[in-house]
Each structure stands twice: as structure tokens, then as C-alpha cells.
């Protein structure tokens, strides 16, 4: 056996990463910190269900500077259409730290612009969040204040960690 998991094993961990316990199972593969673990959560984060893709970004970000092969991985995922997404992926990334420099220009290009702001809406829809009023409006700003909350923090993270930037 060449130490990689066969299909069923792939399998079984996805089938566990949909599941209710999916973020403690994705931040236990984080923790282990192994190449294959961590080549596990990478994959997860192009998963068709949001909730794998969170939890994965989770286990990322469990995995700290171990997950510096996934970097590219979630610089893609800042393009994410579901919020929570792209708040753990951010998260993830600021937990690299100066293996994340390479990065940076997304986390900012992202934070300067109104794409953060245009995520929130993806999952309504700016046209039904004018319709349904101001409750749902002000949750909107508050998801919308989180994902631009955890884009600074990552940035900051990122450059506290590499001071020449």
C-alpha cells in the first residue's frame, strides 16, 4: 500500500465532512498537520456543499502555518459566493502568516473593494433584500461587517508576521 487513503477511505471523510460533526472532524485532520490531511481539506474546499467548504477552511485554519500548500486554495475560495465561507478561508490564511504574504494582495484587493459587500448579498440578493426591508438589511451589514471584520484581521495577521511588507 502506497500510504494514500484508497476511495472508500476518501469517501467515509467526506461523508463525515457533510455531517453534523463536519467541523470537528475538519479540525481534527487540521491538527494532525500531515501533508495528506491537509491535502484532504484543500480538496474539501472545492466541494459542491457550502458546509464542507467552511468546515475545511476550518481545519485549515487548525492546521496553521502546516497548511501553507493550500494558500492557493483559499485565495480561491475568497471568491466564494456564501459568506461564511470566505470568512473562514480568510481566517485560514491569517493563520499562515508569512506563508500567506503571497496572498495579500487578494486579502487587500478584496478588503478595498465592495466584493466582500457583494457576498453577503449573493445569498439573498440585492433586489430581495430591498424587498424584505430593514431586519433583513441590518443582518445583511452585520454579515457584511464580519466578512470585512475577519478580511482585516487576516491581513493584519499576515503582515504582522512578515514586518518587511
Not at 41 to 62: H, M, Q, V
Not at 91 to 113: F, P, Q
Not at 152 to 159: L, N, S
Request: hydrophobic share 45%; proline share 4%.
Amino acid at each position: 500500500m502506497n500510504g494514500l487513503p484508497c476511495d472508500f477511505q476518501l469517501a467515509e471523510i467526506r461523508r463525515q465532512l457533510a455531517s453534523d460533526a463536519s467541523e470537528s472532524v475538519a479540525i481534527q485532520l487540521g491538527r494532525l498537520g500531515s501533508p495528506m490531511s491537509i491535502s484532504i481539506l484543500e480538496a474539501a474546499l472545492c466541494d459542491a456543499d457550502p458546509r464542507i467548504r467552511t468546515s475545511a477552511a476550518r481545519g485549515l485554519r487548525a492546521a496553521g502555518r502546516a497548511a501553507r500548500q493550500a494558500v492557493e486554495a483559499l485565495v480561491a475560495r475568497l471568491d466564494d459566493p456564501v459568506w461564511a465561507v470566505v470568512i473562514e478561508t480568510a481566517s485560514a490564511l491569517g493563520h499562515l502568516g508569512e506563508h500567506a504574504i503571497g496572498a495579500l494582495r487578494a486579502l487587500e484587493g478584496m478588503l478595498w473593494t465592495e466584493r466582500w459587500r457583494c457576498v453577503v448579498e449573493s445569498d439573498v440578493g440585492p433586489q430581495a433584500r430591498d424587498a424584505l426591508g430593514t431586519p433583513l438589511g441590518d443582518l445583511m451589514d452585520a454579515k457584511a461587517a464580519e466578512v470585512r471584520q475577519a478580511l482585516i484581521d487576516a491581513v493584519e495577521a499576515v503582515r504582522s508576521s512578515h514586518p518587511a511588507q
